[in-house]
């Protein structure tokens, strides 16, 4: 898959997850209903016409995984908040996995989304959510941000 577009009407800005990052995340894809959640870290950068997730991380090993839950080691996740800022890289926001062809957030997803934000030292306004579903085409990935205490989903192009 190339290089995906999401768009929003409320915002200016799109956003774009690069090719590499798409690779990454695929292959943590949940092929089957007892297949563990996976997630991790998107790390970019942010210009005035769009946001550009450039870089993936995690699954770490101390993660809380299960089939329909996942949660990030908070030290593993600020050990490479760290790391990439060496590199120039923003905290974007979290990707995970969902054992569904069509992936939608849950309420889990928007209360954990509401706990990051209220405990992160953050560069940008609001935080990003990548779910990566079980569908190859782009009907399998979505993509929402989450600020000023709303979740919005946006349209991938």
């Not at 774009?16 to 695929?26: E, R």
């Amino acid at each position: 898959m190339l290089e995906l577009k999401a768009v929003n009407s409320s915002f200016t800005q799109s956003v774009s997850i690069q090719a590499q990052v798409i690779k990454y995340l695929s292959q943590h894809r949940q092929l089957h209903a007892r297949s563990l959640e996976a997630g991790g870290q998107l790390f970019g950068v942010v210009d005035p016409d769009s946001i550009i997730i450039t870089c993936a991380t995690g699954p770490y090993s101390k993660d809380d995984r299960g089939p329909r839950h996942y949660r990030s080691d908070a030290m593993s996740a600020q050990s490479e908040i760290k790391q990439q800022a060496k590199f120039g890289n923003v905290y974007l926001g979290e990707w995970h996995t969902h054992a569904e062809k069509v992936p939608r957030a849950s309420g889990h997803d928007i209360d954990a989304m509401r706990r990051l934000m209220k405990s992160s030292n953050l560069a940008t306004n609001g935080l990003l959510m990548v779910i990566l579903g079980q569908g190859l085409d782009k009907g399998g990935i979505s993509v929402y941000s989450y600020m000023d205490g709303k979740l919005l989903h946006w349209d991938i192009e």
